[in-house]
């Protein structure tokens, strides 16, 4: 990682580039904002504020996809609120201790690479996700409870609604605990909420779930089961699936999950199995893969 210091006290500019060596920087050190104009490339810029006569804001300017942090003697709003608002990341009070430099410049590498893993899985999620062939309109009453055989065409359906409302999703998958009850505290009463897994409660379990979500912003996902006499339920039909995934071919595991999900109330084990071309204990042991409950 790459480290330009930008300070006119020779003697300060490399005792901050020789104790940064012994953590891995490679540093560069320039005396003016000039000459730092020169570099094309770098991650992180230590900026010295109090370089005489110079207009640091073309610097900022130039690197603001870098890291930014100013160097400067005190504190008031000409030193910190403006190079703030212009794009520096952070300021740090000179003299300063090099422990506390190195955890501002290690907290905003990791928030850097995190936002652009964040953009990534945002922009990838929605680009394979927003598709206008599921949406459940605007005027939603919650708990609502999601029907299909397709995992990915209630996605659709949530992403779409989110993104239409503008709200921020958290997730909770009921495949990974067994202790239902516990998602309960943890539940936002102000930001949707998407929670997959709900076919897997038994009928008293799912009746108990709309009860605590009364009135919160909540989504369940359910892939089948006995849904009778619940209100809020929007289910989409297998023509809609089937139109909306006409160039998508589902894996055997994603297949074979599907299969269990939807007929699993129709048909007995023997039959299922059968009807899927395995035996009753490779049905039981793809149950336990897939973190799928049998229906009592």
């Known amino acids: 990682m790459k480290i330009l210091i930008v300070e006119n ?22 005396p003016s904002i000039e000459e ?13 504020a109090n370089i005489p006569g110079q207009n640091f804001y073309s610097l900022i300017e130039k690197f603001k996809d870098s890291i930014v942090i100013l160097m400067i003697p005190y504190v008031n709003d000409e030193m910190v609120t403006r190079p703030l608002k212009a794009g520096v990341s952070d300021y740090i009070v000179k ?22 893993e964040v953009a990534f899985y945002r922009d990838y999620f929605c680009d394979s996700l927003l598709m206008p ?17 397709s995992q990915r065409a209630i996605d659709m359906c949530v992403v779409n ?3 239409h409302k503008k709200f921020a999703i958290n997730f909770v998958s009921l495949y990974k605990t067994h202790n239902y009850k516990e998602i309960f505290k943890n539940i936002s009463k102000t930001q949707l ?4 897994g709900f076919e897997t409660l038994r009928r008293e379990e799912k009746e108990e779930c709309i009860k605590a979500f009364k009135n919160i912003p909540v989504i369940l996902a359910c892939l089948g089961g006995d849904l009778h006499n619940f209100k809020n339920v929007f289910e989409i039909n297998v023509k809609e699936i089937a139109q909306g995934f006409q160039e998508d071919v589902l894996s055997v595991d994603e297949y074979i999950k599907t299969m269990i999900l939807r007929f699993e109330d129709k048909y007995p084990d023997t039959e299922l199995s059968k009807r899927l071309g395995m035996s009753r204990k490779s ?7 897939y973190g799928i409950t049998k229906k009592k």
Not at 12 to 21: D, E, V
Not at 193 to 196: A, G, L, M
């Open 9 to 30: 006290e020779i003697y300060l500019a490399q005792s901050i580039a020789s104790k940064l060596s012994h953590f891995g920087f490679a540093c560069e050190m320039v």
């Open 283 to 289: 049905l039981w042991e793809k149950r336990k893969k």
């Open 95 to 116: 003299p300063f201790m090099i422990d506390e430099l190195i955890r501002k410049i290690e907290h905003y590498t990791a928030f850097r690479q995190l936002q652009k």
């Open 193 to 196: 909420t998407y929670i997959v």
């Open 161 to 163: 609604y989110a993104i």
């Open 36 to 48: 730092a104009l020169q570099f094309e490339v770098a991650d992180i810029i230590l900026l010295s």
């Open 133 to 149: 062939t599921y949406t459940i309109g605007t005027k939603v009453s919650f708990p609502l409870i999601i029907k299909s055989v």
